[in-house]
């Protein structure tokens, strides 16, 4: 998963979101920036009782925060979506080929753009796709 930092970094160079079952977002500057949050159908946690770990359905959740206008979040995009999402920004160029490569130092993001081949390189391949996404939406 991405950094808060690159997401929020992907947010301010325009990448849109619509949220949707499964994905993953931030709340910031309220206290919560570690906190990762999914978009689910039903509340499920992990407790403990008497020692042994059990699963727990809820059908809903009581919390202070009832409602969240979505400009105030930050999406996370999985590896995934940031791969679709590069794609098709790339759509234009005739050549939408994203190449991921990965080694023992990490993985590199490669993709060609108006004549020329960029590489983005990060221990992480979501990071290294987001750092492709975010030249492409700067540029």
């Known amino acids: 998963m991405i950094?808060?930092?690159t997401a929020r970094k992907l947010k301010q160079a325009g990448l849109s979101w619509t949220p949707a079952l499964h994905d993953f977002?931030?709340?910031p500057e309220r206290g919560m920036d570690e906190r990762i949050f999914v978009i689910s159908e039903?509340?499920?946690t992990v407790e403990t009782v008497q020692g042994t770990p059990i699963i727990l359905f809820q059908g809903a959740s009581e919390w202070a925060l009832d409602t969240l206008v979505t400009k105030e979040s930050v999406w996370l995009?999985?590896?995934e979506q940031l791969r679709l999402?590069?794609?098709a920004a790339l759509i234009h160029t005739?050549?939408?080929?994203v190449l991921l490569s990965s080694g023992l130092s990490g993985c590199i993001c490669s993709f060609h753009h108006n004549g020329d081949i960029f590489q983005f390189e990060s221990v992480q391949a979501s990071e290294a796709?987001?750092?492709g996404l975010l030249f492409l939406l700067t540029k």
Do not use: D, N, Q
Not at 94 to 97: K, S
């Open 3 to 5: 950094s808060l930092v």
């Open 25 to 27: 977002f931030a709340i």
């Open 42 to 44: 039903m509340l499920v």
């Open 77 to 79: 995009p999985s590896e």
């Open 85 to 87: 999402a590069l794609e």
């Open 94 to 97: 005739g050549r939408p080929e």
């Open 129 to 131: 796709y987001a750092a």
